[in-house]
């Protein structure tokens, strides 16, 4: 692990080092693009940096967990174009004891786990209670279900049979008063929104995950901060959750005591399906067939039902690395900050 001290001694290195001024002056370079680009998803920088309570012009400069991989090993990352002198120079933030092991088994040298940004935005609005068996806020209820269809992205394909599926999950649900969360990109596609509504789904979205110039992290986008904040308030919303895949949301569902279950359709995979970030349908055809293993890595063996027992928050409690949280002194002893980066 990486040590206090050795963070330190990185953080006065940064400050001083020609390596570091000669670094951030290729803010065009590829390399850079793929390592720090993780902090810039769904607004895990500026929740930390909340939480600290300072300005959204910092970079955390470093390779910050973004979310739960669908992977069977927790913390495994394909950062393809990432060579190793980012991956040894720079410290990597993870979210649990787990996911660090992990990390330097991939070649990640410093490497150090501070509990997932998800936990801090809990804290910040008074709604972390790990291991309780009431559900939190059980009061702030007011809709019956949500799906969370397969997780959206940028580059995802519309097929025909897209209808066929949706109408397929209507049945399933029968005359349940339901909603659906569509990531921002399937959202803004008319197509899809009109399908969902044909069969009696109120559409909701979270909005912006990042900004539309996403391939620029330097870029600052107002409406990725409220990202997670937006997803927490949509959580607490509902009385119980079904995903249609093994996705991070499962994960936050549950630790809000919300009923949270995996419901996994081949039909369904195939037709919510996205092709993320040009990786390919071979490779999608891959992950789809870990989709059950991954939904008991997120939630345990009762990711399958919608009952939140101890075992299932216990397991979803864990992934979020509550052991490793820390306070705000600590935190901030640990984060090596880089102001006037972003412009805000």
């Known amino acids: 692990m990486f040590s206090g001290t050795k963070i330190e001694n990185f953080k006065i290195g940064l400050r001083y080092s020609n390596f570091n001024r000669n670094l951030f002056s290729l803010d065009h370079r590829e390399e850079l693009y793929w ?11 500026e929740i930390l940096l909340d939480y600290l309570e300072k300005t959204y012009d910092n970079l955390i400069v470093g390779f910050l967990q973004h979310g739960a991989m669908p992977t069977s090993n927790p913390g495994e990352w394909t950062i393809r174009r990432t060579p190793n ?7 990597s933030f993870v979210w649990s004891a787990t996911a660090a092991e992990q990390a330097l088994k991939k070649g990640y040298s410093h490497v150090v786990a501070i509990g997932s940004p998800w936990l801090y935005l809990l ?11 009431a559900p939190v806020a059980s009061n702030l209820i007011e809709r019956d279900l949500l799906i969370v269809p397969h997780h959206g992205s940028g580059h995802y394909r519309y097929l025909e049979t897209y209808d066929q599926s949706v109408r397929n999950l209507r049945e399933s649900v029968s005359d349940r008063e339901a909603s659906v969360l569509l990531y921002y990109t399937e959202f803004c596609d008319p197509r899809i929104r009109e399908i969902w509504e044909k069969f009696n789904f109120k559409v909701l979205s979270n909005g912006m995950a990042w900004g539309p110039e996403n391939r620029t992290v330097w870029s600052y986008n107002g409406g990725r901060p409220q990202f997670l ?38 039909a369904n995979l195939r037709d919510y399906r996205v092709v993320n970030e040009g990786k ?3 490779r999608l055809r891959k992950v789809d067939e870990m989709q059950m293993q991954n939904a008991i890595n997120f939630l345990g063996d009762d990711a399958f039902i919608p009952e939140i027992t101890e075992r299932k928050k216990q397991t979803a409690w864990s992934y979020l690395g509550i052991d490793s949280m820390k306070s705000k002194v600590e935190l901030e002893s640990i984060l090596p900050l880089r102001e006037g980066m972003i412009p805000v």
Do not use: W
């Not at 804290?123 to 068996?133: A, C, R, T, V, Y």
């Open 35 to 45: 390592f720090f680009r993780e902090q810039f998803r769904f607004g895990h920088r």
């Open 85 to 91: 002198s980012l991956r040894s120079y720079f410290p």
């Open 123 to 133: 804290e910040l609005n008074g709604f972390l209670k790990p291991f309780s068996q």
């Open 229 to 266: 904040n937006n997803t927490l308030q949509t959580i607490l919303k509902f009385d119980e959750v079904i995903c249609m895949a093994p996705t991070t949301f499962s994960i936050y569902s549950t630790s809000l005591g919300r009923k949270t279950s995996i419901q996994i359709s081949e």
């Open 280 to 282: 390919g349908v071979d």
